[in-house]
């Protein structure tokens, strides 16, 4: 019973971890993007 749990917690967490780091690299691009976008936009003015 505890081996059964402790290997889902276990599997659980690796997938989170994985998951934060695939989310904030995306999002760390998405807000680089919109910061080029802005310099670019406030050049033009």
Do not use: A, P, Q
């Not at 081996?3 to 889902?8: D, G, L, Y």
């Not at 971890?17 to 976008?37: Q, S």
């Amino acid at each position: 019973m505890f081996k059964t749990i402790s290997i889902i917690v276990i599997s659980v967490s690796i997938f989170g971890l994985i998951l934060f780091v695939f989310v904030k690299n995306l999002m760390k691009r998405r807000i680089e993007y919109y910061l080029k976008l802005n310099e670019k936009k406030k050049k033009t003015k």
